[in-house]
């Protein structure tokens, strides 16, 4: 079993930034892919950012790059995802997700289906 903490959400004003984390509580288990996810009131939920723990790569959503980072630290299996000049249009709830098959060979990080751990979500609103 895999359970994801989430914290870090908040308000922020545009321009601001926040870190958010998610802890990966495993046992023998860990996933090759640790991404991060939001959804809008009445919009889809969308893919934000990535990370291969096998590749120790990245991959952003594009609206986001440059500005959000996301980062692992492979000892805590926590995931970071640091934002920083927010705007409004971040403003969304933020989902921690992982799976054990890698981000990038089926060129499908974004999608939420292949995605078998979920955290509980942690608000960010960007005024």
């Known amino acids: 079993d895999v359970q994801l903490v989430e914290s870090g959400g908040g308000s922020a004003q545009a321009g601001g930034s926040l870190r958010l984390s998610c802890a990966a509580r495993?046992?023998?288990?860990?996933?090759?892919?640790m991404s991060w996810f939001r959804q809008a009131p009445g919009q889809e939920r969308e893919g934000v950012a990535s990370?291969?723990?096998?590749?120790?790569?990245?991959g952003y959503l594009d609206s986001v790059k440059g500005r959000f980072t996301i980062a692992y630290n492979n000892d805590k299996n926590t995931v970071y995802l640091r934002m920083n000049n927010l705007k409004p249009e971040d403003s969304a709830m933020y989902y921690c997700?992982?799976?054990?098959?890698?981000?990038?060979?089926?060129?499908?990080?974004?999608?939420?289906?292949?995605?078998?751990?979920w955290g509980q979500g942690t608000q960010v609103t960007v005024s």
């Open positions: 495993t046992g023998t288990f860990r996933s090759a892919c």
């Open positions: 990370f291969s723990t096998r590749a120790r790569t990245t």
């Open positions: 997700a992982s799976r054990p098959l890698d981000c990038w060979t089926r060129g499908d990080w974004y999608v939420q289906s292949p995605y078998n751990y």
